[in-house]
């Protein structure tokens, strides 16, 4: 990763093509090397499946018994393939969930399992990671192979798993109906409520999930959550260096960025260089950068600062101004006119995709 | 779910290990045979999800940047380790 082109505080707008295309590059690569074909691996090695039966699989398949139906770009133009290409990625990576909670049902599966099995700890296991080069229009050309190539992989997949009697075709599109109707992102509506509310964010600092609970929101269940609090004398910011420890349970998909090599690497060595370098975001020497690890139970979020010239403004209209970036602390809160602004170019704070796990 | 019995507390000098004790893997290396202060204590936790069986104690330790990387900023680094990574740094070795 290397300028200042990689990623913005405003990353959702869509007048920024190469923006985007590299999100959907990253994450691709990422959920197929370590998310998909590691699980392959492991259920080949039990037995689950093997070899023999993804190839009779697909020799087996029929257009009409297609779990995943194809979609056309809605447009010619590149914005409109450029959502194509997003809206592809999410159904992948929704795909992805699908067959790992049978997987994990099946296999009695945990996330460490298939942590060792994707490389963390023993870059042996790693499966490699397809560079990409070439104009924007070849991105996007390759990508939409990719995603075919990579989509069809996942359909015999789920074939097989049908034929291995791992799970019915009714037992899968019920799930796929739910993994549509999930929406985990509450960072905003959590953030407002600390802002306007002293005795919850008190509660929030101190107990985390438990004044989540209170609050009515779903409180998420992997480890315990902790957030920690910005400050005119602190700036935090989280990171997992082991793997991507995220709590997705409650801010939804994790931002491509945060799981890439280079951010997890370069945020523990120069964390005001790497906010500055890769977010544009100065911090000033009065405060001190706090970064934190989480490296094992404990999933951590910022609570960010209020932005100046809120006053007045109601809950609704507060958690508008929460970024994914400033709940990691790769960036602040928008004040009201930049949220305004992005509102307008159609860059709303994204709502994450549900995560495979 | 939170344990009562833990060697250390909040203010705790601690040293983290060089070799893995006990084969839990999750501890980076770049915090190995470095020395951090005991910042939150957060005793045995469940994680179903996540692994099998639960892990030894678990406390957040901070580490001055310099510490743990060339950098010299005056900012700090915090990571999750478990007790068996961490022993009690005597005085002599503080400095």
Redesign the interface.
């Known amino acids: 990763m290397s300028g200042k082109h990689d990623h913005k505080a405003f990353e959702g707008h869509m007048h920024d093509f190469e923006a985007h295309i590299r999100a959907v590059e990253e994450d691709l690569e990422y959920y197929r090397a370590k998310r998909f074909e590691p699980r392959i691996i492991y259920l080949i090695r039990r037995g689950v499946v093997t070899f023999s039966d993804l190839l009779k699989a697909r020799v087996a398949l029929k257009r009409n018994n297609q779990f995943f139906k194809p979609r056309k770009p809605q447009g010619k133009n590149i914005e409109a393939r450029v959502r194509y290409l997003e809206e592809w990625l999410d159904a992948y990576v929704k795909g992805i969930a699908l067959v790992s909670a049978r997987a994990v049902e099946a296999m009695d599966m945990v996330t460490e399992d298939n942590r060792k099995e994707r490389g963390d700890y023993d870059d042996f296991f790693k499966i490699q990671k397809k560079e990409h080069h070439g104009t924007l229009e070849e991105r996007m050309v390759n990508l939409e192979q990719d995603l075919k190539d990579y989509q069809g992989l996942l359909e015999v997949f789920v074939q097989a798993l049908i034929k291995r009697g791992w799970s019915t075709r009714e037992q899968l599109q019920q799930r796929w109906q739910q993994l549509h109707e999930e929406r985990p992102w509450a960072g905003g509506v959590i953030v407002a409520k600390a802002w306007t509310d002293p005795a919850f964010k008190q509660a929030l600092l101190s107990t985390g999930r438990e004044a989540l609970r209170e609050m009515g929101v779903h409180q998420g269940k992997v480890g315990k959550l902790v957030v920690v609090e910005n400050t005119d004398k602190v700036h935090n910011v989280i990171v997992c260096t082991l793997c991507s420890c995220y709590p997705y349970d409650i801010l939804g998909d994790t931002p491509w960025w945060y799981k890439h090599e280079s951010y997890r690497t370069k945020i523990v060595q120069n964390p005001r260089a790497c906010v500055r370098d890769m977010f544009g975001l100065e911090v000033p020497a009065s405060k001190e950068v706090q970064v934190y690890d989480s490296t094992s139970d404990v999933r951590y979020f910022v609570l960010p600062q209020r932005p100046a010239g809120t006053e007045g403004m109601s809950e609704e209209e507060l958690a508008k101004l929460v970024t994914v970036d400033s709940l990691i602390g790769a960036g602040y809160a928008l004040e009201p006119l930049q949220q305004k602004k992005a509102e307008k170019l159609g860059a709303t704070p994204e709502a994450p995709r549900v995560r495979p796990d | 779910m939170e344990s009562t019995n833990r060697k250390y507390k909040i203010g705790d000098a601690v040293m983290v290990a060089v070799e893995n004790p006990t084969g839990n893997?999750?501890?980076?290396h770049?915090i190995r045979g470095k020395r951090g202060v005991i910042g939150?204590v957060?005793g045995l936790?469940e994680?179903?999800?996540?692994?099998?069986n639960i892990?030894n104690p678990?406390y957040?330790v901070r580490f001055d940047?310099s510490e743990?990387?060339?950098?010299h900023?005056?900012?700090?680094?915090?990571?999750?380790?478990?007790e068996e990574w961490l022993s009690e740094l005597r005085l002599e070795e503080r400095n």
């Open positions: 893997p999750r501890t980076p770049y939150a957060h936790l994680n179903v999800r996540d692994h099998r892990h678990l957040t940047l743990v990387s060339t950098c900023d005056q900012d700090s680094i915090w990571v999750d380790v478990h």
